[in-house]
């Protein structure tokens, strides 16, 4: 069974922060682009970060770049989205995902049906 299972969410106040990891299982994920998404309460589905397989490129939401860092163990099949001055903004279930590499598509995308494989999510609150 392929699997991604988030972790790391939980409570923060604002200012703090939280390192979020997602572990794969039933299929090695190293070639693929990793990326987080996150849906607030009536809110879309909202592109976070991603990280090419080699690390060599990475991409960030507007509202979260210069405090979130996304990054990759391809030998743990994990990624990871380090949140650091956490706004209560940030408030939401916050979504694991995996693009398969293909010569045809581009290697990062914001749009989720660019990527095949989904955690379940963990629930980050920020309180203010």
């Known amino acids: 069974q392929v699997q991604l299972v988030e972790s790391g969410g939980g409570l923060v106040q604002a200012g703090g922060s939280l390192r979020l990891s997602c572990a794969a299982a039933g299929r090695t994920f190293s070639s693929d682009t990793m990326a987080w998404f996150r849906q607030a309460p009536g809110k879309e589905r909202e592109f976070v970060a991603a990280i090419t397989r080699s690390g060599a490129m990475t991409y960030y939401e507007d509202s979260v770049k210069g405090r979130f860092t996304i990054s990759r163990d391809n030998a743990k099949n994990t990624s990871y989205l380090q949140m650091n001055d956490l706004k209560p903004d940030d408030t939401a279930v916050y979504y694991c995902?995996?693009?398969?590499?293909?010569?045809?598509?581009?290697?990062?995308?914001?749009?989720?049906?660019?990527?095949?494989?989904w955690g379940q999510g963990t629930q980050v609150t920020v309180s203010s």
């Open positions: 995902a995996a693009r398969p590499p293909g010569n045809t598509r581009t290697l990062i995308t914001t749009n989720p049906s660019g990527y095949d494989y």
